[in-house]
Antibody, heavy 118, light 107 residues
């Protein structure tokens, strides 16, 4: 069974940084693209970033380009999202999901909440 | 960027009703269209991929159709557990984009 477990969310001040993680199990992690999708409170789904299986290709939404960095450690089956220069509008539940590049997103993790507030 | 327009944004229906949700892409995305169901406080769940392929474990009352720019999600007989928000999403181009969602409520 595929399981994705996010961690690292929390409260950060505007302009601050945070790294969130997604531990994966139940599939050959290095063979699959992975993605981050976020959902602000009461809002819809917004794609944030995707990364190829070998980590060689990365893609970002314009809203986070230059501030967020997606990466992966295939030896530890873990996906990361390094977030810096955080803004109030980055506050959301962040989900990791298997797939995304010319492929559906799924399954999804349970999400980790990031709050940006002074 | 490809815009995904879902309609309606909400609907009220009764158990047993046939429900149809539409999704339109601002340019052709072939069949790279996926549908998700999300219940409050939960992560989205994949229902349909490739416009019409049913994800394993999803009840057969869910079906999808369409190609190019116009797509449809149909629930043939609405069940109590189907009251949720549904999203379409294109996976043909980055940025990946979602529709605004359709909230299906109990009439």
């Amino acid at each position: 069974e595929v399981v994705l477990l996010e961690s690292g969310g929390g409260s950060v001040q505007p302009g601050g940084s945070l790294r969130i993680s997604c531990a994966a199990s139940g599939f050959i992690f290095s063979s699959h693209a992975m993605s981050w999708v976020r959902q602000a409170p009461g809002k819809g789904l917004e794609w944030v970033s995707s990364l190829s299986g070998n980590g060689g290709s990365t893609f970002y939404a314009d809203s986070v380009k230059g501030r967020f960095t997606i990466s992966r450690d295939n030896s530890k089956n873990t996906l990361f999202l390094e977030m810096s220069s955080l803004k109030a509008e980055d506050a959301a539940v962040y989900y990791c999901a298997k797939g995304g590049l010319l492929r559906f997103l799924g399954p999804w993790g349970q999400g980790t909440l990031v709050t940006v507030s002074s | 960027d490809i815009q995904m327009t879902q309609s309606p944004s909400s609907l009220s229906a009764s158990v047993g009703d046939r429900v149809t949700i539409t999704c339109r892409a601002s340019q052709s995305i072939s069949n790279y269209l996926n549908w998700y169901q999300q219940k409050p406080g939960k992560a989205p769940k994949l229902l349909i991929f490739g416009a019409s392929s049913l994800q394993s474990g999803v009840p057969s009352r869910f079906s999808g159709s369409g190609f190019g720019t116009d797509f449809t999600l149909t629930i043939s007989s609405l069940q109590p557990e189907d009251f949720a928000t549904y999203y379409c999403q294109q996976s043909f181009f980055t940025p990946l984009t979602f529709g605004g969602g359709t909230k299906v409520e109990i009439k």
